[in-house]
């Protein structure tokens, strides 16, 4: 059976940083792409970052762009967003996904698997 559990979120201050924690069971985790999304209440799930299995191509969005770093331990079957200079904009749940045939990396129903999420909160 395959679980994703995320774990880091938390309240924050404005400008300050979070690290996400995403580890993965039953699945070959160095073979699928992992990545995060948010999702607000009501809302679509909306790319944050994504990487690839071998670890070497790594895709932001433009919001996440130079503010957070994407990155993967294979022999922990773990996967990090680093959060920096925080926003209250960025105030979510934010959720790993994984996925072994994923060609868009950006598009969230390419992810085969999900994690309950974690709430980020950031306070002005």
């Known amino acids: 059976q395959v679980q994703l559990v995320e774990s880091g979120g938390g309240l924050v201050q404005a400008g300050g940083s979070l690290r996400l924690s995403c580890v993965a069971s039953?699945?070959?985790?160095?073979?699928?792409?992992m990545g995060w999304f948010r999702r607000a209440p009501g809302k679509e799930r909306e790319f944050v970052a994504g990487?690839?299995?071998?670890?070497?191509?790594?895709y932001y969005s433009d919001s996440a762009k130079g503010r957070f770093i994407v990155y993967r331990d294979n022999a922990k079957n773990t996967v990090f967003l680093q959060m920096n200079s925080l926003k209250p904009e960025d105030t979510d749940v934010y959720y790993c996904?994984?996925?072994?045939?994923?060609?868009?990396?950006?598009?969230?129903?390419?992810?085969?698997?999900w994690g309950q999420g974690t709430q980020v909160t950031v306070s002005s």
């Open positions: 039953g699945v070959i985790f160095r073979s699928y792409t």
């Open positions: 996904a994984a996925g072994m045939s994923v060609r868009s990396i950006m598009t969230a129903p390419e992810y085969a698997y």
């Open positions: 990487i690839r299995w071998s670890g070497g191509s790594t």
